[in-house]
C-alpha cells in the first residue's frame, strides 16, 4: 500500500525523503531483508557488536547491564554500521528500569497516584536517560486492559482496568517519549486483557465483540494514532468478532493471532484505524505465535501479512533463510518486503538517525543525568504518591516499635521473570532498623503466637513470562500442608502487603489490613515502610478492583 512519508507519524522533509530511497536501494537483497529484524542483543558488548555487525538487523533490544560505561561503548562502536540501528527496550519501570538509571514507578503506580504531570515527569526522566545511552524505540506504553484479573501478563504493566484512566497516561507518556526523541509503541495490538491466558504460552483471544471492542481497545488505538505513536506491536492475540464479520464460516481463521493476520494488520489498523508507522511482531519466539503453525510458515506470514519489523530469532541466520525462500517461491512478494523495508528506513529518518550531526552517547553526559538529584526527587515525590491502602478493618496501621515489637514476617521474595530465584525484599531489614524484633519465617519453623505482635505478609510477584497464574500459594509459603491451612490474624494483628499484584484479597479475603504498591523496586520499599510507619499518607487510588467484584474482601 502507498507509504505517506510526509503524514504522521513520520513527518519527514524532502531530504529526509531522498535519504529513506536512497538507502533503500543501495541494500542488496539480503540486507533490505535483515533490515526487518529487531534481535535480542544480550551478554558481552564485545559478542554483541560482532553479531551485529555480521548479521545487520533493523535494530537490537538491549537487556542492559548496570555498567554505563560498557553499554555506551557499545553503542558507540556500532555507531559507525552503513545503516543506522534501532536501538529499543522495555521502558515500563519499577524493575523494568535501566539498571544505571532512576528507578522509577510501573505503570499500574502511576495509575494509583493518577496524576498526568508526574506520568508526565517520569517518562521524561526515562526517555532522557534512554537517549543519553543510545536508545531510541521503546516498546511502551502497554495499552492493555485489567479485565481478567488472574492474568499474569498484564498485571503491572497496564495503567488498569478503565478506559479513561488508561488513555490520560499512555498518551502522556507517548508524548513525553517522543518529545525526547524516544519512539513509542503501544501494545498488544488489538489488545489484550480479556483473557487470563499467557500469549507466551498460547494463542490469546480478545473476546470482545466490534462494539464492545470498538468502544475500549478501538478507543484506545484511535487516541494514541492521532496522537502520533510511530509503532504499533503486533501480538499473538486474535480478534475472533473482526474476522466472523468479514466471514461468518471463518472456522479456525477466527482465531489466527494478529501478528500472521492480514486482515488485522493491513484491514483494521491501518485501512479502518488509519496507522501509517511501523507495525512490529511481538516476540517471534513465543508459543502464542508457534502453536499457530511450523516456523517455515509462520515466520515468513510475520511481513506477508502487514509486519515491518520482525521482533527476536532464536536462529537469525536460519530465520533470514526462511525469508529469503519465501521471495524465491513467491509467497512474500518483493513489493511487500520494500513496502517494509521503507517503514523501518523513514522509522529512523523520523528519528533523526539519519542526520551526519545526529547526537551521539557520551559517557560524562549520562553519568550527570544518572545523578541529576532533581530528576531523583521527581521519582522520590512520586513514588511516595503510589502505596494504596486497600483496606485496614481493625485500624492496626500506623506501626510502631512501642505498638508492635516482635514481628513476624512471611516474606518470599521478588519474583522476576529472568532471575533464577526469588530476590530478597529489604522491608524487613528496613524494620530492624526501625526498631522492630524482626523473624521472618522458614518453613518448618515452629511458631507461637504468644511470641510476637503482629504478622507481616510481603508478596512481590509483578507481571510475569510464561506463568499462567499469580496467586498466594499458601502451601509453598508455609512449607506445609498443615501450614497452608494455618491463619494467625485472629490471634494476631494482621498486615499483608502485595508489591506487585493487587488481587490477594482473593485469596486471603479475611486479612485485616492489605495494602498494594505494585512495584517491589527499592525506591517503592522504601515508600512503603514510609506510609506504614505513618510518616507518609496512603496517597495512591486503586485503578483496578481489588476485590475482584467480591465484598468479602472488604470485611
Known amino acids: 500500500m502507498a507509504i505517506d512519508l510526509y503524514a504522521r507519524p513520520f513527518h519527514l522533509d524532502n531530504e529526509a525523503i531522498a535519504w529513506v530511497h536512497t538507502t533503500r536501494e543501495a541494500l542488496s537483497p539480503r540486507d533490505r531483508l535483515a533490515q526487518l529484524f529487531v534481535l535480542l542483543a544480550r551478554g558481552e558488548p564485545e559478542r554483541v557488536s560482532e553479531a551485529v555487525r555480521s548479521f545487520k538487523p533493523g535494530g537490537i533490544t538491549r537487556v542492559y547491564s548496570a555498567d554505563l560505561e560498557a553499554e555506551i561503548d ?19 519501570g519499577s524493575r523494568m528500569s535501566l ?34 545511552v543510545g536508545l531510541n524505540w521503546s516498546f511502551t506504553p502497554v495499552i492493555d486492559i485489567n479485565a481478567a484479573w488472574r492474568s499474569a501478563i498484564v498485571g503491572t504493566r497496564s495503567f488498569g482496568s478503565e478506559v479513561e484512566r ?6 502522556a507518556q507517548i508524548a513525553a517519549f517522543e518529545a525526547h526523541g524516544v519512539a513509542a509503541t503501544v501494545k498488544h495490538w488489538p489488545g489484550e486483557g480479556y483473557d487470563d491466558r499467557d500469549q507466551h504460552l498460547v494463542t490469546t483471544i480478545n473476546p470482545l465483540n466490534m462494539d464492545a471492542w470498538e468502544k475500549s481497545f478501538g ?86 501479512s502487514g509486519c515491518d519489523v520482525i521482533l527476536f530469532s532464536d536462529d537469525p541466520n536460519a530465520d533470514l533463510m526462511r525469508l529469503v525462500k519465501a ?19 523513514a522509522f529512523k529518518a523520523a528519528l533523526g538517525l539519519h542526520k551526519a550531526d545526529r547526537p551521539r ?27 494504596t491502602l486497600v483496606k485496614d478493618v481493625r485500624n492496626i496501621l500506623p506501626l510502631s516499635p512501642t505498638k508492635y515489637g516482635r514481628l513476624l514476617v512471611f516474606s518470599p521474595g521478588a519474583v522476576m521473570p529472568f532471575a533464577p530465584a526469588p530476590v530478597r525484599l529489604s522491608v524487613p531489614e528496613r524494620l530492624i532498623i526501625e526498631g522492630f524484633d524482626v523473624t521472618v519465617y522458614e518453613p518448618g519453623m515452629s511458631i507461637s503466637p504468644r511470641d510476637f505482635d503482629l504478622v507481616l505478609y510481603l508478596f512481590a510477584e509483578e507481571t510475569l513470562l510464561t506463568r499462567s497464574r499469580i ?3 499458601w502451601h509453598k509459603l508455609t512449607g506445609s500442608v498443615f501450614g497452608a491451612m494455618t491463619r494467625y490474624w485472629h490471634d494476631l494483628p494482621t498486615l499483608m502487603i502485595s508489591f506487585g499484584y493487587p488481587y490477594y484479597l482473593y485469596d486471603a479475603p479475611r486479612v485485616p489490613a492489605y495494602v498494594n504498591a505494585y512495584g517491589s523496586n527499592e525506591a517503592m520499599q522504601a515508600a512503603v515502610v514510609e506510609a506504614i510507619m ?12 481489588p476485590f475482584v467484584g467480591s465484598d468479602q474482601g472488604r470485611y
Do not use: K
Open 361 to 387: 552517547p557520551n559517557l560524562e553526559v549520562a553519568q550527570r543525568l544518572m545523578a541529576d538529584e532533581q530528576n531523583a526527587i521527581t521519582v522520590r515525590n512520586a513514588t511516595a504518591r503510589v502505596p
Open 219 to 304: 478507543w484506545l488505538y484511535r487516541r494514541a494514532i492521532a496522537e502520533g505513536v510511530m509503532s504499533v506491536m503486533s501480538a499473538h492475540i486474535a480478534l475472533p468478532a473482526f474476522a466472523r464479520a468479514l466471514d461468518p464460516q471463518a472456522g479456525a481463521e477466527a482465531f489466527r493471532p494478529a501478528s500472521v493476520s492480514r486482515i488485522l494488520n493491513h484491514d483494521l489498523l491501518r485501512r479502518e484505524l488509519g496507522f501509517n508507522g511501523l507495525i512490529v511482531s511481538d516476540a517471534t519466539p513465543m508459543a502464542g505465535l508457534n502453536d499457530w503453525g511450523p516456523r517455515d510458515v509462520v515466520l515468513p506470514e510475520v511481513i506477508i
Open 534 to 545: 505513618g510518616r507518609q499518607p496512603f496517597s495512591g487510588t486503586s485503578p483496578v478492583d
Open 166 to 171: 488508561i488513555e490520560r497516561h499512555a498518551l
Open 99 to 132: 539498571p544505571f538509571g532512576s528507578s522509577v514507578p510501573n505503570p499500574l503506580g502511576l495509575a494509583a497516584v493518577d496524576d498526568v504531570e508526574a506520568t508526565t515527569a517520569i517518562a521524561t526522566i526515562m526517555a532522557q536517560e534512554a537517549r543519553a
Open 74 to 92: 557499545l553503542v558507540q562502536s556500532l555507531a559507525d554500521t552503513n545503516v543506522p540501528l534501532l536501538i529499543s527496550a522495555d521502558l515500563e
Open 327 to 345: 521471495v524465491a517461491d513467491g509467497r512474500l512478494a518483493q513489493e511487500r518486503v520494500d513496502e517494509a523495508v521503507t517503514r523501518v528506513l
Open 471 to 473: 496467586f498466594l500459594d
